[in-house]
C-alpha cells in the first residue's frame, strides 16, 4: 500500500478518537466535569468544554492534515497529561465488590496504555508529517 494511503488512514484513526470524543464532552459537559472535578481540577465545567472544545478542533486539523507538527505535539502531551491524571489510579467505588473494583481498574489501566500509545502516534505524526494528501502535505508541494 502507498504510503500516502497508509499516513492518510492513520490520520482518519487517530482523528476519529477526539472528533467523537470532543463531540461526546460538548453534549454532556457534566459528566466530563464531574470527572476532572473527581480528580482534583479546578473549574471543572470551563475545563470540560474546554477539553470538547480542544478535542474536536485538534481531532478535525488531525483529520485534514492541518498544522499537522503543532497539532500533533499537542496532542501527545494531552494524551500523557489525561493517561496520568485520569487513568493511573485504581478504581475504589464504595459498596462495590472488590472484584468489580478490580475489574475497573484494570479497564483504567488500559485506557492508560492507550493514551501513551496514542501519544507515541502523535509524536510519530509530528515528526514525520501528514503526508501528501493533507494540508500541509499540499502547501509543502
Known sequence: MNNKYVLLLGRILLAAVFIASGAGKLFDAASTAGMIAQAGLPAPTALAYLAGIFELASGLAVLVGFQTMIV??????????????????PINIPGFPDGANQMLTMFNQINMMKNLAMAGGFLVLASFGPGSLSIDGRKAA
Not at 79 to 84: E, M, N, S, W
Open 72 to 89: 500533533g505535539y499537542l496532542l501527545a502531551a494531552f494524551c500523557v497529561f489525561t493517561a496520568f491524571v485520569f487513568h493511573a489510579s
